[in-house]
T-cell receptor
Framework: DVKVTQSSRYLVKRTGEKVFLECVQD?????MFWYRQDPGLGLRLIYF???????EKGDIPEGYSVSREKKERFSLILESASTNQTSMYLC????????????FGPGTRLTVT | TQLLEQSPQFLSIQEGENLTVYCNSS?????LQWYRQEPGEGPVLLVT?????EVKKLKRLTFQFGDARKDSSLHITAAQPGDTGLYLC?????????????FGKGTKLSVIP
């Protein structure tokens, strides 16, 4: 079974803290994605990576950074968490940037207080 | 970023009823994907439609791609409580040198026993 795993299902952090969200896939996919999902706004792309050490900004990159040191692992970093970053964060991987199916992890529900 | 409009945003129906969910864009899709997301999980691909006018069936779910490849619909016959979830369409657009996947905001379906 193909799998995308995320380090935490639930996370509570304080304003100003540095937050790391980790994502690991076992499908040898080159492309990995980070989305946030908010009621009424749908899935919005934060960043994606098409190769190790490569990254591209998505639609809403402000306040986030990413790291891809190994093919299977893609990390999302909130340098200084703010309350408006409270959201569901979904990681996905795919064999293609957009044409093929994206496989999603279960999500991390982050609350910033 | 291309825009996809999904309607309705919410749908609450009785078990056994039929329903249709719509996905529209002003742009032409290379292909279109439909995902279902259950509470607490990431989206999972149901089907991909590629050819204008294409119809695909998945048990009680019928997916149709518009002739002009700008719209799609998902029809569920005799809905069951297990169909409850968030249905997302995702349009694949050909950008500069690569494909781009854009998600609609989703239709939240509740099927009441």
């Amino acid at each position: 079974d193909v799998k995308v795993t995320q380090s935490s299902r639930y996370l509570v952090k304080r304003t100003g803290e540095k937050v790391f969200l980790e994502c690991v896939q076992d499908m040898d996919h080159e492309n990995m994605f980070w989305y946030r999902q908010d009621p009424g706004l749908g899935l919005r792309l934060i960043y994606f990576s098409y190769d190790v050490k490569m990254k591209e900004k998505g639609d809403i990159p402000e306040g986030y950074s990413v790291s891809r040191e190994k093919k299977e692992r893609f990390s999302l970093i909130l340098e200084s968490a703010s309350t408006n970053q409270t959201s569901m964060y979904l990681c996905a991987s795919s064999s293609d940037r957009g044409l093929n199916e994206q496989y999603f992890g279960p999500g991390t529900r982050l609350t910033v207080t | 970023t291309q825009l996809l409009e999904q309607s309705p945003q919410f749908l609450s129906i009785q078990e056994g009823e039929n329903l249709t969910v719509y996905c529209n864009s002003s742009s032409v899709f290379s292909s279109l994907q439909w995902y279902r997301q259950e509470p607490g999980e990431g989206p999972v691909l149901l089907v991909t439609v590629v050819t204008g006018g294409e119809v695909k069936k998945l048990k009680r779910l019928t997916f149709q791609f518009g002739d002009a490849r700008k719209d799609s619909s998902l029809h569920i016959t005799a809905a069951q409580p297990g169909d409850t979830g968030l249905y997302l369409c995702a349009g694949v657009f050909r950008g500069a040198g690569s494909y781009q996947l854009t998600f609609g905001k989703g239709t939240k379906l509740s099927v009441i026993p």
